[in-house]
Nanobody, 114 residues
Framework: QAQLVESGGGLVQPGGSLRLSCAVS????????MSWYRQAPGKERELVAG????????NYADSVKGRFTISRDNAKNTVYLQMNSLKFEDTAVYYC???????WGQGTQVTVSS
């Protein structure tokens, strides 16, 4: 059964960093483009970053360009989101997804607070 499990969220001060991980099971991560989305309280879910199956192509929301980096280790069946220079407005639940299947993880909470 295909499954995505996120981890790495937590509480961090503004300007800090976190690395989120998305563990893929039930299919080979190398076969799929993957994305990270986030949803802040009272707001719609929004795309944060995406990466192609081989990792050669990435895209980012304007709000995170230059601060976040999406990557993947297909040998470990894992997708990452490195988040640097975090801001208050980055506070949200972050979800890993395989868009082609409509497959979502359970999410991991990121809270940026002083």
């Amino acid at each position: 059964q295909a499954q995505l499990v996120e981890s790495g969220g937590g509480l961090v001060q503004p300007g800090g960093s976190l690395r989120l991980s998305c563990a893929v099971s039930g299919f080979a991560a190398s076969m799929a483009a993957m994305s990270w989305y986030r949803q802040a309280p009272g707001k719609e879910r929004e795309l944060v970053a995406g990466i192609s199956a081989a990792g050669a192509w990435t895209n980012y929301a304007d709000s995170v360009k230059g601060r976040f980096t999406i990557s993947r280790d297909n040998a470990k069946n894992t997708v990452y989101l490195q988040m640097n220079s975090l801001k208050f407005e980055d506070t949200a639940v972050y979800y890993c997804t395989r868009p082609s299947l409509g497959l979502w993880g359970q999410g991991t909470q990121v809270t940026v607070s002083s």
